[in-house]
């Protein structure tokens, strides 16, 4: 399995998972995201360490497959692309 190396983390990614974005993501719904995430958009699922940041509303999502930064985003928000 590849493993990647980021700073001093370790870790293997398990799979790659996609999603789109349902409905547009505001920073004024979650003052946590950095910007806007707007409907259509594809994020990738985060399998890598939340260090238990994540709600459980939320999941874990990065713009690139399992590299981070991770941001979380509310599970209503995205559904899978098969």
């Not at 349902?22 to 004024?28: D, E, F, L, Q, S």
């Not at 999502?61 to 559904?79: G, R």
Request: hydrophobic residues 35%.
């Amino acid at each position: 399995m590849n493993k990647k190396i980021i700073g001093v983390i370790t870790y293997q990614p398990k799979k790659r998972e996609h999603y789109k974005l349902i409905r547009t993501v505001t920073t004024k719904e979650c003052p946590w995201l950095y910007r806007t995430f707007k409907i259509g958009e594809i994020v990738y699922r985060y399998f890598g360490y939340t260090y238990k940041l994540i709600g459980e509303h939320g999941s874990a999502f990065s713009k690139d497959v399992d590299i981070p930064p991770f941001f979380e985003l509310p599970n209503d928000a995205v559904s899978i692309v098969i």
